[in-house]
C-alpha cells in the first residue's frame, strides 16, 4: 500500500475562493463554520497483481458532523478528480475508488447553503457545480468504485450512482434520495442515472415514494436487493474485503455501464408512473410540485441523453432551490436536525442533570407500556411500574411483553436485548417499589384530581431528588403540585403516541420547577432519542393547542351550516398527512373533547365547545372511512349529529371559507402562545408541529405558510419569522 498523501494534497485542500487562481463558484455563498469537504489521495496496490487503486477518502474538516458538499467541497472534489484523470489517461492507475469515513459515505449537500442561496443565479450555479464535480466519476478512463461506508443520502448517492460500481457496508440503514421532501430533484445526475441502474418501478419507489412516506430509508441490504449496489461486504475488514471484490470485478473485465439504457417495465406490470401520480394527487392535491418534477424527470430520462437529462436536472433544480416551497423544505430540515441539536445543546448548559439509574412509572396502560419499553431499552435502566390491583398490573405485564416481542419480531430489537427488557420491567401493585426511582412519570387517566393524588402519595415516598414527571397531555402541570411540600421537582414530560415512532417530547416547565429537574427531564427525553422542545405550563403547550385550534375551527364551522365534507376538504391545498376529520379518529374522539373542553376552560371562546362532537362521542360512532384514493376523509353519515348544512355559496367557496378561517385562528393562536412566552421563538413552534404533529416539510411547519400566504401579518401586524428565513423574500447575507 502506497500513501500518495496521508494529509490532504493541495489539490484537495479546501481553497480561499477569493485567492489568486481559485475558481469564482458563481459568486456563491461558501460553507459555514468553515465546514468544507476534506478528500484525501492514497494509492493501494490491489491484490494478486490487478493494479494501482487510486483511493480517494471524503470526510469533513470536523469530523464529528456528517460529510456533506457545499461549493468549495464541490472545487475540492472536482480538482482531485481532474488530478486522479491525469493519472490514468497517464497509465498509473488501473481504478478509481471513493470512499467516506466509518457511519458516513456522503450525507448530501449542505442544506445552510442551499436556504442562502439568492435567485436564479445563485442556484443555477450550485446545480451546474453538483454536475461538474460528480459526472467525471461516470467519464474516468478507468472503472470506478463507491465504497459505501454509512449514509448515503441525496448528493452522497448520486456521487455513488456516477461510478461504475457500488459496494456497502452492512448494516447501513440510511441510503435516500429525500430531495423531493426538500422541495428539490435530485439534480446532481441522480433523475437521469437511478432509473438506468434500477429500472423505473424501483427509481420511482426510490425518488418519490419513499420521500413521500415520511423519508423511508433504505438498508444496503435492501439496496443490493434492488441493484442500487452490487455487492455488501462485512463491517469488519470492510477496506481489505472491498479491495479484494473490486480487483476480482478488474479482472473479469468491468462491463462498460455508460451506455445503459432505462429497462422497459415488464408487460403486464402496474405503470409505475400513473400509480404515483395518483398517490401524490390523493396525498398532497399539487400542494408540493417537486414530487411531481422528480417523477417528470425519471420519466423522461430514458428519451434523453447524458447532457440533456444533466440540462434538464439543472432546469428543475435551480428553479425549485429558488421557490418558496424549497426554502420552506429546507427549513424544516436544518430545524429538524443542526437546528434540534443546537437547542439541545444551548439547553444541556442550563444546569447539569441528575443521573438516572432507575425508573419508576404509575400506571400500567397502553401510553405506560410503551414508555416503560422505550426508557428501559434506551436508557437501560430497570423500571419500576405500579398499579392499583392486580388484574390491571397483569393486563399492564402483557401489554409490555407484547410491545417486546413485537420488536424482536421486527427485528428492531435483538433476542438478548428483549429478555433482558423484560427482565428489568416490573410491574406491580405496591407503591413502595417507585421508592429508588430517581424519576417517576405519571401517566393515569387524565384528570386533574386523579394526577394531584399521585404525585401527593408518590411525594410521600420517593427521595428528595427524585424527580417527579406528569405525562399529561393538556392540563395544568401546575395545579398538580398543589398542596406538594417540592413542587419545584415537578415537571412536564410529554411524549406523543404511538411513544416509539414519534419523535418529539415536550418538557413543561411550572413557575416552580428548578434547573435540575428541567435539565432531568431534557436528559432523559434526549437518552429515549427523542428532540425537545421546552414550554412553559400553559394550556395544551405547544402541539396540542395549535392542533385543537385547527379542529376547533373546522367543526365550528360545520355547526354554523358549512356540509362536512366541504369542511373535511378545506384543507387539502396544504397537503396535510391526514384530513381534519381523519385526524379526530385517529387521536380518538373521547380524547379530542377532552382536550377542546380542556382548552375551552382555560383560554375561552376560541375554543367553542361542539354539540356535534358531544353527541358522535356518546354515540361511539366513527368519523373517517377510506377516501376514493385511499388516505381516509369524513363519513358523511356523520352530517346528521350536526343537523343539516345552511351555508350559502359553491362547495369551491365554502371550502375557501373553511380555509380563510382556519388560517386566520392559526396565526391568531400562535401569536398568542409566542405573546404568552410558551416557547421563546416561532421556530420552536414549527419543530414542535413537524416533529409532533407531522406538520409538512414543504410548507416548513407551521409559521412559514402563515407568513408567505399573508395570514400572520393580516392578524398580527407581524411576521413570525424573520425575512428570508423560511421563503425567497429575502435572503441573508
Request: glycine share 10%; net charge negative.
Given at each position: 500500500m502506497?500513501?500518495?498523501?496521508?494529509?490532504?494534497s493541495?489539490?484537495?485542500a479546501?481553497?480561499?475562493?477569493d485567492?489568486?487562481?481559485?475558481?469564482?463558484?458563481?459568486a456563491?455563498?461558501?460553507?459555514?463554520?468553515g465546514h468544507v469537504?476534506?478528500?484525501?489521495?492514497?494509492?493501494?496496490?490491489?491484490?494478486d497483481?490487478?493494479?494501482?487503486?487510486?483511493?480517494?477518502?471524503?470526510?469533513?474538516t470536523?469530523?464529528?458532523?456528517?460529510?456533506t458538499?457545499g461549493p468549495?467541497?464541490l472545487t475540492v472534489?472536482?480538482?482531485?478528480?481532474g488530478?486522479v484523470?491525469a493519472?490514468?489517461?497517464?497509465?498509473?492507475i488501473a481504478a478509481?475508488a471513493v470512499?467516506?469515513?466509518?457511519?458516513?459515505?456522503?450525507?448530501?449537500?449542505?442544506?445552510?447553503?442551499?436556504?442562502?442561496?439568492?435567485?436564479?443565479g445563485?442556484?443555477?450555479?450550485?446545480a451546474?457545480a453538483?454536475h461538474?464535480?460528480?459526472?467525471?466519476?461516470?467519464?474516468?478512463p478507468?472503472?470506478t468504485?463507491?465504497?459505501?461506508t454509512?449514509?448515503?443520502?441525496?448528493?452522497?448517492?448520486e456521487?455513488a450512482?456516477?461510478?461504475?460500481?457500488r459496494?456497502?457496508?452492512?448494516g447501513?440503514?440510511s441510503?435516500?434520495?429525500?430531495?423531493?421532501?426538500?422541495g428539490?430533484?435530485p439534480g446532481?445526475?441522480?433523475?437521469?442515472?437511478?432509473p438506468?441502474l434500477?429500472?423505473?418501478p424501483?427509481?420511482?419507489?426510490?425518488a418519490?415514494?419513499r420521500?413521500?412516506g415520511n423519508?423511508?430509508l433504505?438498508?444496503?441490504?435492501q439496496?443490493l436487493?434492488l441493484?442500487?449496489v452490487d455487492?455488501?461486504l462485512?463491517?469488519e475488514?470492510?477496506?481489505?474485503?472491498?479491495?479484494a471484490?473490486?480487483?476480482?470485478?478488474?479482472?473479469?473485465?468491468?462491463?462498460d455501464?455508460?451506455?445503459?439504457t432505462?429497462?422497459?417495465?415488464?408487460?403486464g406490470?402496474?405503470?409505475?408512473?400513473?400509480?404515483?401520480?395518483?398517490?401524490?394527487?390523493?396525498r398532497l392535491?399539487?400542494?408540493?410540485p417537486?414530487?411531481?418534477h422528480?417523477?417528470?424527470?425519471?420519466?423522461?430520462?430514458?428519451s434523453?441523453?447524458?447532457?440533456a437529462?444533466?440540462?434538464?436536472?439543472?432546469?428543475?433544480?435551480s428553479?425549485l432551490l429558488?421557490?418558496?416551497?424549497?426554502?420552506?423544505a429546507?427549513?424544516?430540515?436544518?430545524?429538524?436536525?443542526?437546528g434540534?441539536?443546537?437547542?439541545?445543546?444551548?439547553?444541556?448548559d442550563?444546569a447539569?442533570?441528575?443521573?438516572?439509574?432507575r425508573v419508576g412509572?404509575?400506571?400500567?396502560?397502553?401510553?405506560?407500556?410503551?414508555l416503560a419499553v422505550l426508557?428501559?431499552?434506551?436508557?437501560?435502566?430497570p423500571?419500576a411500574?405500579?398499579?392499583?390491583?392486580?388484574?390491571r398490573?397483569?393486563?399492564?405485564?402483557?401489554?409490555?411483553?407484547?410491545l417486546v416481542?413485537s420488536?424482536?419480531?421486527?427485528?428492531?430489537?435483538?433476542?438478548?436485548?428483549?429478555?433482558?427488557?423484560?427482565?428489568?420491567?416490573?410491574v406491580?401493585?405496591?407503591l413502595?417499589?417507585?421508592a429508588?426511582?430517581?424519576?417517576?412519570?405519571?401517566?393515569?387517566?387524565?384528570v386533574?384530581?386523579?394526577?394531584?393524588?399521585v404525585f401527593?402519595?408518590?411525594?410521600?415516598?420517593?427521595?428528595?431528588?427524585?424527580?417527579?414527571?406528569t405525562n399529561?397531555?393538556?392540563l395544568?402541570v401546575?395545579?398538580?403540585?398543589?398542596?406538594?411540600?417540592?413542587?419545584e421537582?415537578?415537571?412536564?414530560?410529554?411524549f406523543?403516541?404511538?411513544v416509539?415512532?414519534m419523535?418529539?417530547?415536550e418538557?413543561?416547565?411550572?413557575?416552580?420547577?428548578?434547573?435540575?429537574?428541567?435539565a432531568t427531564a431534557?436528559?432523559v427525553?434526549?437518552?429515549?432519542?427523542?428532540?425537545?422542545?421546552?414550554?412553559t405550563?400553559?394550556?395544551?403547550?405547544?402541539?396540542?393547542?395549535?392542533?385543537l385550534?385547527?379542529?376547533?375551527?373546522?367543526?365550528?364551522?360545520?355547526e354554523?351550516?358549512?356540509?362536512?365534507e366541504?369542511?373535511?376538504?378545506?384543507?387539502r391545498?396544504?397537503g396535510?398527512?391526514?384530513s381534519?376529520?381523519a385526524?379526530l379518529?385517529?387521536?380518538?374522539?373521547?380524547v379530542?373533547?377532552?382536550?377542546l373542553?380542556?382548552?375551552h376552560?382555560?383560554?375561552g371562546?376560541?375554543?367553542?365547545?361542539?354539540?356535534?362532537?358531544?353527541?358522535l362521542?356518546e354515540?361511539?360512532r366513527?368519523v373517517?372511512?377510506?377516501?376514493p384514493?385511499?388516505?381516509?376523509?369524513?363519513d358523511p353519515?356523520?352530517?346528521d349529529?350536526?343537523g343539516?348544512p345552511?351555508?350559502?355559496?359553491?362547495r369551491a367557496?365554502?371550502?375557501a371559507a373553511v380555509?380563510?378561517?382556519?388560517a386566520?385562528?392559526?396565526?391568531?393562536?400562535?401569536?398568542?402562545l409566542?405573546?404568552?412566552?410558551?416557547?421563546?421563538?416561532?421556530?420552536?413552534?414549527?419543530?414542535?408541529?413537524?416533529?409532533?404533529a407531522?406538520?409538512?416539510a414543504?410548507l416548513?411547519?407551521?409559521?412559514?405558510w402563515l407568513?408567505?400566504?399573508?395570514w400572520?401579518?393580516?392578524?398580527?401586524?407581524?411576521?413570525?419569522?424573520p425575512p428570508?428565513v423560511?421563503d425567497?423574500?429575502?435572503?441573508?447575507?
Amino acid at each position: 500500500m502506497r500513501h500518495a498523501a496521508t494529509e490532504p494534497s493541495p489539490s484537495s485542500a479546501p481553497r480561499d475562493p477569493d485567492a489568486p487562481g481559485a475558481p469564482a463558484p458563481g459568486a456563491l455563498p461558501a460553507e459555514a463554520d468553515g465546514h468544507v469537504l476534506r478528500v484525501t489521495a492514497r494509492d493501494v496496490d490491489l491484490p494478486d497483481g490487478a493494479g494501482v487503486l487510486a483511493l480517494l477518502t471524503l470526510t469533513a474538516t470536523d469530523e464529528r458532523r456528517p460529510t456533506t458538499l457545499g461549493p468549495r467541497g464541490l472545487t475540492v472534489l472536482r480538482e482531485a478528480l481532474g488530478a486522479v484523470r491525469a493519472r490514468a489517461e497517464a497509465g498509473e492507475i488501473a481504478a478509481v475508488a471513493v470512499t467516506g469515513r466509518p457511519g458516513c459515505f456522503v450525507a448530501g449537500a449542505d442544506l445552510s447553503v442551499a436556504r442562502r442561496l439568492d435567485g436564479l443565479g445563485q442556484t443555477r450555479a450550485l446545480a451546474e457545480a453538483g454536475h461538474a464535480a460528480l459526472r467525471p466519476l461516470g467519464e474516468l478512463p478507468v472503472p470506478t468504485f463507491a465504497w459505501l461506508t454509512g449514509h448515503a443520502l441525496g448528493g452522497g448517492l448520486e456521487l455513488a450512482l456516477h461510478c461504475d460500481h457500488r459496494v456497502a457496508a452492512a448494516g447501513i440503514r440510511s441510503i435516500a434520495l429525500p430531495e423531493a421532501s426538500l422541495g428539490i430533484v435530485p439534480g446532481w445526475g441522480g433523475s437521469w442515472l437511478l432509473p438506468r441502474l434500477v429500472g423505473l418501478p424501483a427509481a420511482v419507489d426510490l425518488a418519490v415514494l419513499r420521500p413521500l412516506g415520511n423519508n423511508r430509508l433504505t438498508t444496503a441490504e435492501q439496496a443490493l436487493e434492488l441493484g442500487l449496489v452490487d455487492t455488501v461486504l462485512p463491517v469488519e475488514g470492510f477496506e481489505q474485503a472491498a479491495l479484494a471484490w473490486t480487483a476480482g470485478v478488474l479482472r473479469a473485465g468491468s462491463p462498460d455501464r455508460r451506455a445503459a439504457t432505462v429497462p422497459p417495465v415488464p408487460e403486464g406490470d402496474p405503470d409505475p408512473l400513473a400509480r404515483a401520480a395518483t398517490t401524490l394527487d390523493a396525498r398532497l392535491h399539487g400542494a408540493a410540485p417537486a414530487y411531481a418534477h422528480v417523477l417528470d424527470l425519471l420519466a423522461r430520462a430514458g428519451s434523453r441523453d447524458r447532457e440533456a437529462g444533466f440540462r434538464a436536472e439543472d432546469e428543475a433544480l435551480s428553479r425549485l432551490l429558488a421557490s418558496d416551497e424549497a426554502r420552506a423544505a429546507l427549513y424544516a430540515a436544518e430545524l429538524t436536525g443542526r437546528g434540534a441539536r443546537r437547542a439541545a445543546r444551548a439547553e444541556a448548559d442550563d444546569a447539569a442533570p441528575r443521573e438516572v439509574r432507575r425508573v419508576g412509572i404509575v400506571g400500567a396502560g397502553l401510553m405506560a407500556a410503551q414508555l416503560a419499553v422505550l426508557l428501559g431499552s434506551r436508557l437501560g435502566v430497570p423500571v419500576a411500574m405500579r398499579e392499583v390491583d392486580e388484574e390491571r398490573a397483569a393486563a399492564g405485564r402483557e401489554r409490555v411483553r407484547d410491545l417486546v416481542e413485537s420488536a424482536v419480531s421486527r427485528g428492531r430489537l435483538a433476542e438478548d436485548a428483549g429478555r433482558a427488557l423484560l427482565d428489568g420491567v416490573r410491574v406491580g401493585t405496591d407503591l413502595a417499589d417507585l421508592a429508588d426511582a430517581d424519576v417517576v412519570i405519571e401517566a393515569v387517566t387524565e384528570v386533574l384530581d386523579v394526577k394531584r393524588a399521585v404525585f401527593a402519595e408518590v411525594e410521600a415516598l420517593v427521595r428528595p431528588d427524585c424527580v417527579l414527571a406528569t405525562n399529561t397531555s393538556a392540563l395544568s402541570v401546575t395545579a398538580m403540585t398543589e398542596g406538594l411540600a417540592h413542587p419545584e421537582r415537578v415537571v412536564g414530560l410529554h411524549f406523543f403516541n404511538p411513544v416509539a415512532q414519534m419523535p418529539l417530547v415536550e418538557v413543561v416547565a411550572t413557575p416552580s420547577s428548578d434547573a435540575t429537574s428541567l435539565a432531568t427531564a431534557v436528559d432523559v427525553a434526549r437518552r429515549a432519542g427523542k428532540t425537545v422542545v421546552r414550554t412553559t405550563d400553559r394550556p395544551g403547550f405547544v402541539v396540542n393547542r395549535v392542533l385543537l385550534r385547527m379542529l376547533a375551527d373546522v367543526l365550528g364551522a360545520v355547526e354554523e351550516g358549512t356540509p362536512v365534507e366541504a369542511a373535511d376538504a378545506a384543507l387539502r391545498p396544504l397537503g396535510l398527512p391526514m384530513s381534519p376529520f381523519a385526524l379526530l379518529q385517529l387521536v380518538g374522539l373521547p380524547v379530542a373533547r377532552h382536550v377542546l373542553v380542556t382548552l375551552h376552560d382555560e383560554l375561552g371562546d376560541r375554543y367553542p365547545r361542539s354539540p356535534g362532537l358531544d353527541a358522535l362521542v356518546e354515540q361511539g360512532r366513527t368519523v373517517a372511512a377510506p377516501g376514493p384514493a385511499g388516505p381516509p376523509v369524513v363519513d358523511p353519515a356523520i352530517q346528521d349529529a350536526f343537523g343539516a348544512p345552511t351555508a350559502a355559496g359553491t362547495r369551491a367557496e365554502q371550502e375557501a371559507a373553511v380555509l380563510d378561517r382556519v388560517a386566520r385562528g392559526l396565526a391568531e393562536e400562535i401569536g398568542a402562545l409566542l405573546d404568552e412566552g410558551v416557547v421563546p421563538s416561532a421556530d420552536q413552534v414549527d419543530l414542535a408541529m413537524l416533529l409532533g404533529a407531522g406538520w409538512p416539510a414543504h410548507l416548513g411547519g407551521i409559521c412559514p405558510w402563515l407568513d408567505r400566504t399573508g395570514w400572520s401579518e393580516r392578524v398580527l401586524g407581524r411576521r413570525l419569522l424573520p425575512p428570508g428565513v423560511a421563503d425567497a423574500s429575502a435572503t441573508a447575507a
